[in-house]
């Protein structure tokens, strides 16, 4: 017979990790449902509202990491690695749209594996403001966000032993995809542009003349 003393134990740990597992789980999902939002606040132009919204996400994170310090195998479980992705998206919008630059691993305090498929994530969203820019007629803006999306492609394709990282090579060949297709929409763009240009000095050349 084994020791009440044990089985009371064992049920006591048994009934701790099954609340800390659902606070995780609970908690995972507000983090990514929160930095979602960030990210279309973002695409609106709402800097303060994504900065608030960050900072909500920020917390949420914060928790799940105090709770896991008791199970650390839940700070790598599959909810908790994409609500750090869709946080490291979140914030690499951010930051480009404040300041063009890509934040680092550091700054986010991420993992390797969270960061690096946060950051092909934010590939995609950076054509969505590319395009958005593009419809503004913000060619210069989409050619920065275009060298952003081939920078961080360009730089990912130089790691080796990227096969133990789950969807990687996924999120790198639509990021490809995603990046030629970006590129075909800024190369018209800036063509159509340079005609346009073209066509109206060629037109103020000619109005002077049509009048003498």
Same mark, same amino acid.
């Given at each position: 017979?084994?020791?009440?003393?044990?089985?009371?134990?064992?049920?006591?740990?048994?009934?701790?990790?099954?609340?800390?597992?659902?606070?995780?789980?609970?908690?995972?999902?507000?983090?990514?449902?929160?930095?979602?939002?960030?990210?279309?606040?973002?695409?609106?132009?709402?800097?303060?509202?994504?900065?608030?919204?960050?900072?909500?996400?920020?917390?949420?994170?914060?928790?799940?990491?105090?709770?896991?310090?008791?199970?650390?195998?839940?700070?790598?479980?599959?909810?908790?690695?994409?609500?750090?992705?869709?946080?490291?998206?979140?914030?690499?919008?951010?930051?480009?749209?404040?300041?063009?630059?890509?934040?680092?691993?550091?700054?986010?305090?991420?993992?390797? #594996?969270?960061?690096?498929?946060?950051?092909? !994530?934010? =590939?995609? +969203?950076? @054509? &969505?403001?590319? *395009?958005?820019?593009?419809?503004?007629?913000?060619?210069?803006?989409?050619?920065?966000?275009?060298?952003?999306?081939?920078?961080?492609?360009?730089?990912?394709?130089?790691?080796?032993?990227?096969?133990?990282?789950?969807?990687?090579?996924?999120?790198?060949?639509?990021?490809? #995809?995603?990046?030629?297709?970006?590129?075909? !929409?800024? =190369?018209? +763009?800036? @063509? &159509?542009?340079? *005609?346009?240009?073209?066509?109206?000095?060629?037109?103020?050349?000619?109005?002077?003349?049509?009048?003498?």
């Amino acid at each position: 017979m084994l020791s009440k003393k044990d089985l009371a134990t064992i049920q006591k740990q048994l009934t701790h990790y099954d609340e800390v597992r659902e606070q995780v789980l609970s908690l995972s999902r507000t983090a990514t449902r929160l930095a979602g939002a960030t990210i279309l606040d973002i695409h609106r132009g709402d800097l303060d509202s994504a900065t608030t919204g960050m900072a909500k996400v920020e917390d949420t994170l914060s928790r799940i990491g105090s709770l896991s310090d008791d199970f650390q195998e839940f700070k790598t479980s599959q909810g908790v690695v994409v609500a750090f992705q869709e946080y490291v998206e979140a914030t690499t919008l951010r930051t480009f749209a404040q300041s063009q630059k890509i934040p680092s691993m550091s700054e986010l305090r991420s993992d390797y #594996r969270s960061y690096l498929l946060g950051l092909l !994530d934010a =590939v995609g +969203e950076f @054509r &969505r403001m590319a *395009l958005n820019s593009l419809r503004r007629g913000d060619v210069k803006k989409s050619e920065k966000l275009l060298d952003a999306m081939e920078g961080i492609y360009d730089d990912l394709q130089t790691l080796e032993h990227t096969s133990i990282i789950p969807t990687f090579r996924v999120k790198m060949d639509a990021a490809r #995809r995603i990046i030629e297709a970006t590129r075909g !929409d800024v =190369v018209t +763009e800036v @063509r &159509r542009y340079s *005609l346009e240009q073209a066509l109206d000095r060629l037109g103020k050349q000619l109005v002077p003349r049509s009048k003498n």
